[in-house]
């Protein structure tokens, strides 16, 4: 428990560094690393069950891509993003189909082609969207609070996975998805919704009307729930994919708390929910 209070302080510490700090360089280094170690966590998942994949490949793509959609959102607009986007994902597909089949030998291919693009799919198009919730959304963007509404998807995310956490110790008795993640209760479930809504309006009716404007508290609360079952949904997603590997964790480079999927699961799922949410029904 001390080296998981001691992790979260200085992830958070960390967090509202670069946020506080709007310090761009901070930004590409947070997202890189963010994207990197998740994916290659992942690809260990695929590589304990015997998987020969591109990783290196896919590394060096999740870098171009991240590094790009900010420079790109910074420099170009967002159709040059999307643009670039598109480009690294349609390279990515066909060097990894074309290395797959110069170097297939008695194994399939589509192990290698489906393992390494799920991986890239799963970890670095989903984390995309946190970068696009800070550079992506154009009145966002010319206001400069980017950093502030990643704080609120990143405070409504983890407050729902502690508030499940919590409640569930103290009142679970009722088992959630047993075959997948044997822990979770209805009751921690519950839990984790109604901090999530609560921390949801809460923080939409303190910053609506300076850094938070496109999201108001009423807003916030339907928004909150969306957020906490989404949040549940991508934490069941990473458990399910940990039991087929067999494995507890998904790594062992954050103390207490494990690895890098194990922090950013529920928030490959809440990233494209609040970006899409922002891009196309807030006003």
């Not at 670039?84 to 291919?109: H, M, Q």
């Not at 979770?184 to 109604?194: D, P, Q, R, S």
């Not at 969306?226 to 067999?246: M, P, Y």
Request: glycine share 12%; proline share 3%.
């Amino acid at each position: 428990m001390k080296g998981r209070v001691i992790s979260t302080l200085i992830l958070w510490g960390a967090v509202f560094g670069v946020i506080l700090s709007n310090w761009l360089p901070g930004y590409y280094l947070l997202f890189n690393f963010i994207s990197v170690v998740g994916l290659l966590e992942y690809y260990h998942f695929l590589r304990k069950e015997g998987a020969r994949l591109a990783y290196g490949s896919a590394v060096l793509a999740t870098v171009f891509m991240i590094s790009g959609v900010i420079y790109f959102h910074q420099n170009h607009g967002e159709v040059a993003a999307w643009a670039w986007t598109g480009g690294v994902f349609t390279g990515l597909c066909l060097w990894v189909l074309c290395a797959a089949i110069w170097c297939a030998k008695d194994r399939s291919p589509l192990e290698t082609v489906g393992g390494t693009l799920s991986g890239f799919i799963y970890v670095t198009w989903l984390s995309h969207f946190m970068v696009l919730v800070v550079f992506g959304i154009p009145q966002i963007a010319q206001a400069g609070t980017g950093g502030m509404y990643l704080l609120y998807l990143l405070l409504v995310t983890k407050l729902c996975d502690t508030g499940a956490l919590l409640t569930g110790m103290a009142l679970g008795k009722h088992k959630f998805f047993p075959r997948v993640s044997p822990k979770k209760t209805w009751e921690g479930l519950a839990g984790g919704v109604v901090v999530s809504v609560l921390a949801s309006f809460l923080f939409a009716k303190y910053f609506h009307g300076t850094s938070l404007a496109l999201i108001t508290p009423t807003a916030a609360i339907g928004l909150g729930l969306v957020l906490a079952f989404a949040s549940v949904i991508g934490d069941l997603a990473e458990s399910f994919l940990k039991r087929g590997a067999h494995i507890k964790d998904s790594g062992n480079i954050i103390p207490g708390i494990g690895g890098m999927l194990d922090l950013i699961d529920s928030l490959l799922f809440t990233g494209p929910v609040l970006y899409f949410y922002l891009r196309f029904f807030a006003s």
